[in-house]
């Protein structure tokens, strides 16, 4: 199985960008749909970031389309997700997940996550 590791948050201000970045070791991200999550305080997680596992594909929550890029580096083993123009709504714990169900929405369809990294965006 893979193990994922997210870094990369941090505080600040609107119309910043940040990278943030998803290590993976075990097993290529190659093997896997990956995706973004993000959580809000006090609600459920959700998506804001995919790319399919076979073909690079990508896919993105209405909110994000635009500002934010999802892209996977083989050779590092890593996934990224590059936002741009950052809004103080962006502010939440990013997660990185991997799973087997291609151009997935749904939490419960991804089975392995990072530890969350805080982005905090000010206006």
């Known amino acids: 199985q893979v193990q994922l590791v997210d870094s990369g948050g941090g505080s600040v201000q609107a119309g910043d960008s940040l990278r943030l970045s998803c290590a993976a070791s075990?097993?290529?991200?190659?093997?896997?749909?990956m995706g973004w999550f993000r959580q809000f305080p006090g609600k459920e997680r959700e998506f804001v970031a995919g790319?399919?596992?076979?073909?690079?594909?990508?896919y993105y929550q209405g909110s994000v389309k635009g500002r934010f890029t999802i892209s996977r580096d083989i050779a590092k083993n890593t996934v990224y997700l590059q936002m741009n123009s950052l809004k103080p709504e962006d502010t939440a714990v990013y997660y990185c997940?991997?799973?087997?169900?291609?151009?997935?929405?749904?939490?419960?369809?991804?089975?392995?996550w990072g530890q969350g990294t805080q982005v905090t965006v000010s206006s």
């Open positions: 075990g097993r290529p991200v190659s093997s896997y749909a």
């Open positions: 790319i399919s596992w076979n073909n690079d594909n990508t």
């Open positions: 997940a991997a799973g087997y169900s291609d151009y997935s929405y749904r939490v419960y369809e991804y089975d392995y």
